[in-house]
């Protein structure tokens, strides 16, 4: 029985049609900013709470928070993503463009985290939530970019596909771990008073921040998923 009803199924889902090499590109572009913003957190991590006064013995607590929060989002993503269509904007696009928004604002909150004030246990306590929020937008800002492949890409250009959201995370990674670098070379200060942050990082998350609006909002205006409907019919 299992294997007649998989064969009906086979039978009932339509080959995707071919995409333009554009909207493969497009499709996949903000994957850049997302990998930027995974990027510049794990490489600044470290810098920012022993800044703030953790106790260096101590920061294996703080970067376990990215892989428990890409192990909760991501499942719950895709759920509730499959389960979603608003008019006009999409099913997997609402998710990309709520964990861009709330990225963009820790990415600006956290750099900046030993500039507020706060005495030393409460600035370590802000950066911890902001580095939760950001693990956790970044995850679900992350994720559609994934599931849109799947939704729209047929077997024939998955493999392009995939390669091009490899190449833009690559080009993002790489590009995050430099921009404290270059920034300093330039001229901006890497240094700062005790308990805050340089320039050159906070203008490196400033930066990021830009970037990962610009290739969401590429993505989120160029490329039209399939409406429930269309979906059906290829997915069956």
């Not at 995409?19 to 850049?32: D, I, K, R």
């Not at 001229?187 to 340089?198: D, H, R, S, T």
């Not at 830009?210 to 399939?226: H, P, Q, R």
Request: proline letters at 5%.
């Amino acid at each position: 029985m299992e294997v007649l009803l998989l064969i009906n199924r086979k039978k009932l889902n339509k080959r995707l049609p071919s995409l333009a090499f554009s909207v493969l590109m497009l499709m996949t572009f903000g994957n850049l900013g997302t990998s930027m913003a995974f990027s510049l957190q794990s490489a600044n991590m470290g810098r920012i709470f022993q800044t703030l006064g953790a106790d260096p013995t101590k920061l294996g607590w703080f970067f376990i928070l990215p892989p428990l929060a890409g192990m909760v989002v991501q499942p719950l993503v895709g759920y509730f993503s499959d389960r979603t269509w608003i008019p006009k904007i999409g099913r997997r696009l609402p998710y990309l463009i709520l964990g861009t928004i709330v990225a963009v604002i820790v990415m600006f909150l956290l750099p900046n985290s030993g500039s507020f004030g706060f005495k030393t246990s409460t600035a370590l306590w802000f950066g911890a939530v902001a580095i939760l929020f950001m693990d956790l937008s970044s995850n679900m800002s992350m994720q559609p970019f994934k599931m849109m492949i799947s939704d729209m890409v047929n077997d024939e250009q998955k493999d392009q596909a995939w390669s091009w959201q490899t190449i833009w995370g690559n080009i993002g990674g790489v590009a995050a771990d430099l921009f404290p670098f270059l920034l300093t070379w330039i001229g901006i200060k890497n240094i700062a008073a005790k308990g805050e942050l340089p320039d050159s990082v906070k203008w490196s998350f400033y930066i990021g921040a830009a970037i990962l609006i610009v290739s969401s909002i590429f993505t989120i205006c160029k490329v039209d998923e399939y409406n429930p409907e269309t979906y059906a019919k290829y997915h069956a």
